[in-house]
């Protein structure tokens, strides 16, 4: 097989063709620039523009075979270890709803994480099938859900007779990652794919220290946002099947090609290519010094009072098997601010933009190839001004979570839910009516109450009182939980 991990075999295609200046007879109609606005050419440039092309261009996507778009996607598979690679423009959203069409060919019943992407409850909708949730382990002490065990797995797929698939999250935002290949062993022993939504985790393939790579051990779709850390563009993400033979490659490929537009971005297969070629060729060393500066970022702020971090210490706690450390989680309950709070804080100190913020902890990502690292600095010096304003909390490290009440009965499937006559009520008047939406309460961010569920009046009272606590809930309609959308039963 063609192996040459240095090649770009799809972004050299498409710069030769922005390069010979073609008659452009077919769209976009800025035609390579040409009719583009001039704050458009001045804020992405010329060639940005020369190269964006549409899908089936002779010589880019169609032509003799394998064409450069099917090299390019070899390349990512043999890169991964995939059996076969999909180019997504749709996000990591587009793998999960791809995933969810494609276990549908073979049954409607699926065990799936309950605190899986809101994308994953779209695959749900979209396919009809019925889950059953698996809860992964709370921290009750940081208010985070990590991820599934093995025996939990196991027994959610012994109560799903049928079931077609499983389906995990690994690693989590906050960089726990689950015993993949436990959890395929599991699966497989029970006769059903392992489905591993590993948005967080496309780097881990690229360096033995990291969590073992869901494909590696043993997963047989694997989602991937591909644009998080290993940084190709925004919007840009890969599936890849494994090789247990499982799923069909044809099946997966009618999927992809339901949830796709038939205009891909050119540019986004570009950069997956090209991000594809930085991770394969120099990740290794690029990962090295990312997670050497990325300790010593972690040890100047556990250094700070007030302050600690997530880190490998979380190893072998329930549902945390290995930690993944391109990531800074910054856990901020000795200080006398809660991560809302801080998140702002750390804004106006030095315009400091995290990527996510709870209640106790804060996360900082950061990427495979970034240079040097004057961010994490940054970063440092931004907690230690903020925790100088706000003071510490003594009393903050001790506080735990009280466990959420268990969920509803599914009445309905969530697509039947979804599609459903549904009807706005105030929130004293929904238990008992079957919800149209999803309540998560976050901290830390399970849902309560999926769409298909009965309400219950123990839930929604625990979703209030978070909220009354400073927490926030999503996927509500209304965000301050006056109201619910529910089903309308006869
Ligand atoms: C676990 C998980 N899966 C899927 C997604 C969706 O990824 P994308 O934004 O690439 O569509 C996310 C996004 O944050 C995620 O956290």
């Given at each position: 097989?063609?192996?040459?991990q ?16 073609p ?15 001039d ?6 440039g010329?060639l940005a ?9 002779y ?10 778009f099917?090299?390019?996607q070899?390349l ?17 959203s587009?793998g999960?709803?791809s ?5 549908a060919?073979s049954?409607?019943?699926?065990v ?7 994308s994953?409850?779209d ?17 009750a ?11 939990t797995?196991?027994?959610?797929l ?9 389906w995990?999250?690994?690693?989590t935002?906050?960089g ?10 599991v699966?497989?022993a ?7 939504d590993?948005a ?7 360096h ?13 779709l694997?989602i991937?946002s591909t ?23 044809e099946?997966?490929?009618r ?7 038939t ?11 090209a ?8 990740g ?21 009072e ?12 329930p ?8 990531r800074v989680?910054?856990?901020v ?5 809660n ?74 499937t ?8 549904q009807e706005?009520?105030?929130a ?26 009965r309400?219950t009046?123990?839930?929604?009272s ?10 926030s809930?999503?996927?509500a ?14």
């Amino acid at each position: 097989m063609d192996n040459d991990q240095q090649e770009t075999p799809y972004l050299d295609a498409l710069r030769a063709y922005a390069d010979r200046h073609p008659a452009r007879l077919h769209v976009p109609g800025h035609k390579g620039g040409d009719g583009a606005d001039d704050a458009l050419i001045e804020a992405i440039g010329e060639l940005a523009l020369r190269m964006d092309v549409p899908a089936l261009t002779y010589g880019i996507d169609v032509g003799s075979d394998p064409t450069p778009f099917e090299r390019a996607q070899r390349l990512a598979a043999a890169a991964w270890g995939a059996k076969r690679a999909w180019f997504l423009i749709n996000g990591a959203s587009q793998g999960n709803l791809s995933a969810g069409l494609a276990l549908a060919h073979s049954g409607d019943r699926v065990v799936v994480q309950r605190n899986a992407h809101s994308s994953t409850i779209d695959a749900m909708v979209l396919s009809g099938m019925r889950p059953t949730f698996a809860a992964p382990e709370v921290d009750a002490e940081l208010g985070i859900a990590h991820c599934l065990t093995e025996q939990t797995l196991d027994r959610a797929l012994a109560e799903t007779p049928g079931a077609v698939g499983a389906w995990v999250i690994s690693p989590t935002y906050f960089g726990a990652a689950a015993n993949v290949r436990g959890l395929a062993e599991v699966a497989h022993a029970r006769g059903v794919p392992l489905v591993v939504d590993e948005a967080w985790g496309a780097h881990m393939a690229f360096h033995e220290a990291l969590p073992e790579h869901a494909l590696a051990a043993g997963a047989d779709l694997v989602i991937s946002s591909t644009h998080k850390i290993v940084g190709s563009l925004t919007q840009s993400a890969m599936l890849h099947l494994g090789h247990g033979g499982r799923i069909s490659a044809e099946v997966v490929d009618r999927a992809v090609t339901l949830t796709e537009s038939t205009s891909p971005n050119s540019l986004l297969f570009a950069s997956l290519d090209a991000q594809r070629r930085q991770a394969a060729v120099h990740g290794h060393e690029l990962l090295e010094r990312m997670m050497d500066a990325l300790a010593q970022a972690r040890a100047e702020i556990r250094a700070i009072e007030g302050l600690d971090v997530l880190d490998d210490r979380l190893t072998g706690r329930p549902g945390v098997y290995a930690y993944d450390p391109l990531r800074v989680a910054v856990d901020v309950r000795g200080i006398a601010a809660n991560g809302y709070e801080l998140a702002p804080l750390l804004r106006e100190i030095d315009d400091i933009n995290l990527e996510l913020y709870g209640q106790n902890v804060v996360v900082a990502v950061f990427g495979l190839g970034e240079r040097g690292l004057p961010e994490a600095q940054r970063l440092v010096n931004a907690l230690r001004v903020a925790v100088e304003r706000v003071g510490l909390d003594p009393e903050g490290s001790t506080a735990s979570f009280a466990p959420a009440p268990p969920w509803g009965e599914l009445a309905m499937t969530p697509r039947e839910a979804y599609l459903g006559a549904q009807e706005v009520v105030p929130a004293a008047q929904a238990a008992g009516r079957i919800a149209a939406e999803s309540l998560a309460s976050y901290p830390p961010g399970i849902p309560n109450v999926l769409p298909g569920e009965r309400l219950t009046a123990e839930t929604l009272s625990f979703v209030q009182r978070t909220l009354e606590m400073g927490g926030s809930v999503r996927g509500a309609s209304d965000r301050q939980l006056h109201t619910v959308r529910v089903v309308l039963e006869d």
